[in-house]
């Protein structure tokens, strides 16, 4: 199994960063890794995203270097089964329903004795074959990286105990969903920040899993300094490509329209 980039760089003690993939183009993926990202973002949650297309997706990852990273729409074993044999080197389960809903996570994604990962020796992440059967659950085991996502009170008040399972490698804060659980829409209301820091206390208190958490949100803008300090291994990095794409070209339009006195 390819090693995970992301993962190799939080062993380092460093900072991993993605970015989002939300068209439905894989050569999106090959400029995410052009440009220098760790992993690409594949959103099969808030995107019309299907197996065939999330295939593509790894593919291009693999082909530049970067880590591709799905989050399902669901805690669904089956389809996280799906993704995992197709090359997936990352999962991130939304709106996780407690230490319970972790749990199931960690059932889906990892192998014997960690879980109980569905088997077949002939897929493509176990390289269709040509490596041993040990070999290939020894090595998913520790290179596919597990995101789970707090957003709500049941994640949020288990945080430590998700925290503390085996197999969780990220506990994730969704900053749209974090805001709506804290009932603050204001970016700049020092509250948010104030619980977030309490939430990344707890959670490098077990020392097991790192902390994952957005940065430059519109909702909660955070620098990456911040989140070092805050004990994070990895981001997502906003704008999404699409939005960075969309005001570079509304700038240019305006630049020229400027330019030759349109209106």
Known sequence: MIENRVKKVMRAGDLAIGTYVTLSDPQVVE????????????????????L????????????????????????????????LDLGTQGIIIPHVEGVEGARRAVEAVRYPPLGHRGAAGGTRAARFGT????????????????????????????????AALDGIDLVAVGPNDFSEYMGIRDPSDPRLKVRLKELAGQVRKIGKAKLAVTMDHASMPLTAQELLDLGVGYSHVAPSPAAVLLRSMRERVQNIHKAVGRS
């Open 31 to 50: 400029i995410i890794g052009l440009a220098g990202f760790d992993a690409a973002f594949i959103d099969m949650e808030h995107t019309t995203f299907d």
């Open 131 to 162: 490596v041993s059967w040990d070999e290939h659950c020894e090595q998913s085991n520790r290179e596919v990286l597990l995101s789970v996502m707090v957003e709500d009170a049941r994640g949020i008040d288990d945080i430590e105990k998700i």
């Open 52 to 83: 065939s297309m999330v295939e593509r997706m790894v593919l291009s990852a693999e082909l530049v270097g970067i880590t591709p990273i799905v989050r399902v729409p669901g805690n669904d074993p089956s389809l996280i089964l799906r993704l």
